[in-house]
């Protein structure tokens, strides 16, 4: 009787298909152990000594103090100065995704609903300056948007008479903007290109047999079904542009800084390294946190399309 009970109270024992699954993770966690060390060593690490240095403080002689404090914080919000660089990083990162938004549908459209040979003629021509340095570039950039009558731009605006006197578009917010644009318009196109191939044809076809217009038909058919490779390269466009360095250095200079200059800035010419770390960590939180919003809205609004983008 006493055996009896005793046996019915014991665990019970775990299947035995359970436990030969369970064995099977071992050499799965061995191939993915590398991976893991090295994000732990090349991110997790360096993340968190920012984080952590970005509440020291530096002394007048140069030295650091480890004493925990939040005076670089409070100096990144109160001061003016920074408060500009701040909305102006955020406004040109908002507009370069918007333009490349709107550019990239009618592009990615034509790379796969055109003929074979535009499309080609586009994935290359969409492809190509990605083996051109961005330096290169965004120097490209400065000879075109150059203030004065020697810049391409306002030559040829001076050659056809729309103007007398020099446009002032270089070291600008819109510099800024269109040279980010040219620089990461690709990631916006190609999974806009890939959700777009990925949509039945016929699905078009039965929304324009039922009288819908083009527009309504992208409107209600073509676009929701593409959310997840917009999802994908707006987040894309959206983080590279807020903290890139080169284009705002070398387009925006002193009239149009963003937290990428500014981080250079406090580090390699003020060497104020924890007020560096606190403007860093400033960018990578607003970043992340408006880019975890955005995700959130679009997963409300379009639940299964959303899906579809993580899977």
Request: glycine share 8%; proline share 6%; with cysteine.
């Given at each position: 009787?006493?055996?009896?009970a005793?046996?019915?109270?014991?665990?019970?024992a775990a299947?035995?298909a359970?436990r030969?699954?369970d064995?099977?993770l071992?050499p799965?966690?061995?191939l993915?152990?590398?991976?893991v060390a090295?994000?732990a060593v090349?991110?997790?690490?360096?993340?968190?000594?920012m984080?952590?240095?970005?509440f020291f403080?530096?002394l007048?002689?140069?030295?650091v103090?480890?004493?925990?404090?939040f005076?670089?914080?409070?100096?990144l919000?109160e001061?003016?100065?920074?408060?500009t660089v701040l909305?102006?990083?955020?406004?040109?990162?908002?507009l370069?995704?918007?333009?490349?938004m709107?550019?990239?549908y009618p592009v990615a459209?034509?790379?796969?609903?055109g003929?074979?040979?535009?499309?080609?003629v586009?994935?290359v021509?969409?492809?190509?300056p990605?083996?051109?340095?961005?330096?290169?570039?965004?120097?490209?950039?400065?000879?075109?948007l150059a203030?004065?009558?020697?810049?391409?731009?306002n030559?040829?605006?001076k050659?056809v008479g729309?103007?007398n006197?020099?446009v002032?578009?270089?070291?600008?917010?819109w510099?800024i903007v269109?040279?980010?644009?040219?620089?990461f318009f690709?990631?916006m196109?190609?999974?806009?290109?890939?959700?777009?191939?990925?949509?039945?044809p016929?699905v078009?076809?039965a929304a324009?047999?039922?009288?819908?217009?083009?527009?309504?038909?992208f409107?209600?058919?073509?676009?929701p079904?593409?959310?997840?490779?917009l999802a994908?390269g707006?987040?894309?466009?959206?983080?590279?542009t807020?903290?890139?360095?080169?284009?705002p250095?070398?387009?925006?200079?002193?009239?149009?800084?963003?937290l990428g200059t500014l981080?250079?800035?406090?580090?390699m010419?003020?060497f104020d390294w924890?007020f560096g770390a606190a403007?860093a960590?400033?960018l990578v939180a607003?970043v992340?946190a408006?880019?975890?919003?955005?995700?959130?809205?679009v997963?409300?609004?379009?639940?299964?399309?959303a899906?579809?983008?993580?899977?």
């Amino acid at each position: 009787m006493t055996l009896t009970a005793a046996s019915s109270n014991a665990p019970p024992a775990a299947p035995a298909a359970r436990r030969r699954f369970d064995m099977r993770l071992v050499p799965a966690f061995g191939l993915l152990a590398p991976a893991v060390a090295f994000f732990a060593v090349f991110f997790v690490a360096p993340v968190g000594m920012m984080i952590g240095f970005s509440f020291f403080r530096q002394l007048p002689n140069g030295g650091v103090t480890t004493d925990v404090t939040f005076a670089n914080y409070a100096r990144l919000a109160e001061v003016e100065l920074y408060r500009t660089v701040l909305w102006t990083t955020l406004r040109v990162s908002a507009l370069t995704t918007l333009f490349c938004m709107l550019a990239a549908y009618p592009v990615a459209l034509v790379m796969v609903r055109g003929r074979a040979w535009w499309g080609h003629v586009l994935t290359v021509a969409v492809i190509a300056p990605l083996l051109v340095n961005v330096v290169i570039r965004t120097y490209g950039w400065r000879v075109i948007l150059a203030n004065s009558n020697s810049g391409v731009l306002n030559w040829a605006l001076k050659s056809v008479g729309l103007t007398n006197e020099p446009v002032r578009l270089l070291f600008t917010e819109w510099a800024i903007v269109i040279g980010s644009v040219h620089v990461f318009f690709p990631l916006m196109v190609l999974p806009i290109a890939s959700a777009l191939g990925k949509i039945d044809p016929s699905v078009e076809e039965a929304a324009r047999t039922l009288g819908g217009s083009s527009f309504a038909v992208f409107r209600r058919v073509t676009l929701p079904l593409s959310i997840p490779g917009l999802a994908v390269g707006s987040t894309l466009v959206f983080s590279l542009t807020a903290s890139s360095f080169v284009a705002p250095a070398l387009l925006g200079g002193n009239f149009a800084k963003m937290l990428g200059t500014l981080v250079e800035e406090q580090i390699m010419s003020v060497f104020d390294w924890p007020f560096g770390a606190a403007i860093a960590t400033v960018l990578v939180a607003i970043v992340l946190a408006i880019n975890f919003t955005y995700l959130r809205l679009v997963g409300r609004r379009f639940p299964d399309r959303a899906l579809g983008a993580g899977a």
